[in-house]
């Protein structure tokens, strides 16, 4: 089941996600993800299929034991899904991340966003890094682009679209800095 922290459920955050019982897991940057290259064809670490966080992080421990280890030890594989799977747990401490108020215009076209109702903005702090706004469908996007789905057409965040609400870091200013 999605996994709200007590503070943020009056918001009413990811609301399908919490109905249909799935996890929403956000992943390092593809710049971060040298990892896939050196997967076998045909094996993955994507989180489709997995309802809940203990499943996914079984699927990565799975995926060392099986391809990372070469006589008992880590191998390259085995260090980098290590490195991979310490990453995405840092990434998802929803209590880390922003909740923002979409004041802006519904629209169901690019990105979905519905006037008035609550998203995340998923960061880590050290180091920070801005992994995304979490759109109606699940989906990070980030100023320009969705990160995580290269099919998607870049799209334009405009900050005044946007009211904090809760920030534990006060990172979300910097994300949606209104210009001048």
């Not at 609301?15 to 045909?42: A, K, Q, W």
């Not at 993955?44 to 203990?54: C, I, K, L, P």
């Not at 880390?96 to 979409?102: D, E, G, S, T």
């Not at 960061?123 to 980030?142: A, K, M, Q, T």
Request: proline share 5%.
């Amino acid at each position: 089941m999605a996994y709200i922290p007590e503070v943020h459920k009056k918001y009413g955050l990811l609301p399908e996600f919490v109905e249909r019982r799935i996890e929403i897991i956000i992943y390092p940057t593809p710049d971060d993800l040298d990892v896939v290259e050196m997967l076998p064809d045909g094996e993955s670490f994507s989180q489709e299929g997995f309802r809940d966080y203990a499943q996914y992080y079984a699927s990565l421990d799975d995926l060392m034991s099986r391809l990372g280890v070469t006589d008992g030890e880590l191998n390259d594989l085995g260090k980098k899904l290590s490195e991979f799977k310490e990453a995405v747990q840092k990434i998802n401490i929803k209590e880390n991340w922003a909740v923002l108020r979409y004041v802006g215009e519904s629209n169901q076209s690019i990105c979905e966003f519905t006037h008035g109702r609550y998203y995340y903005a998923a960061y880590s702090i050290r180091p920070f890094r801005f992994y995304g706004i979490i759109d109606d469908e699940g989906l990070p996007v980030y100023r320009g682009s969705s990160i995580f789905d290269y099919k998607r057409p870049f799209i334009k965040i405009d900050s005044s679209d946007w009211e904090i609400a809760e920030d534990p870091y006060g990172k979300a200013v910097q994300l949606i800095k209104k210009k001048a």
